[in-house]
């Protein structure tokens, strides 16, 4: 009778998978975390919009569209700009044009990189130096899209405390359209017959806003 013993053919399991289970567990802890931080996020998305504010609203233009700013010259000078009935984020009717009121019309986008470094200087700007008396800043929110940066315009603006009021244009910018825009962000001066007297395309500094306030105005040299 043999004494020998039968030696043991049982190994251990490789070590990829002993570790499987944990795996699983990491990666299911890794797509609750997930779940939980679109929850709060959307939540977060949701709450930025107060009830009854919408960031694009019905418009309506009448008169004939500003043609294009041109490089040296700009052919819209002296031209009646469109008249445009809408309304701000939360219902307040806003018009440009047809009113008589002289005013300087600024056209701002929310994703525009352009727009987020004007907003806050100029924002900055007419804290210590606000509109003239007899010259309105109105401000056109245009090209609102919820999937571009920066969103919702309704929240950036107020956030960066900028004043006078703001006409949220629709959703195919049609106000924008109307009066001719290349380019963001966008100024356009109108005197008190209603007619263009001076348009900048792009970042301005502080006096040059000053100087479409004042052509605005009629007192500019």
């Known amino acids: 009778m043999s004494n020998a013993r039968t030696k043991s053919t049982h190994r251990p399991p490789p070590a990829s998978r002993r570790r499987a289970p944990w795996l699983w567990i990491a990666l299911g802890a890794v797509v609750v975390l997930a779940a939980v931080v679109a929850v709060f996020a959307s939540r977060e998305s949701e709450s930025t919009t107060a009830a009854g504010v919408e960031e694009t609203r019905s418009v309506e233009v009448t008169g004939t569209a500003l043609a294009p700013l041109a490089d040296g010259t700009d052919p819209a000078l002296g031209q009646p700009v469109p008249v445009v009935r809408g309304a701000s984020f939360d219902g307040t009717p806003v018009a440009i044009g047809g009113s008589g009121e002289r005013m300087v019309v600024a056209f701002v ?113």
């Open 109 to 221: 986008a929310h994703w525009c990189p352009h727009c987020q470094l004007e907003v806050p200087l100029l924002s900055a700007h007419l804290a210590d130096n606000p509109m003239p008396a007899g010259v309105d800043l109105v401000t056109v929110a245009t090209s609102t899209t919820a999937t571009r940066p920066n969103y919702p315009p309704s929240a950036w603006l107020e956030r960066e405390a900028w004043p006078g009021q703001v006409l949220a244009d629709d959703d195919d910018g049609t106000t924008a359209q109307a009066f001719g825009l290349t380019g963001l962000p966008h100024f356009v001066a109108v005197d008190a017959a209603g007619e263009v007297v001076g348009r900048m395309s792009g970042e301005i500094t502080t006096e040059q806003f000053d100087q479409l306030t004042a052509l605005a105005l009629g007192t500019a040299e």
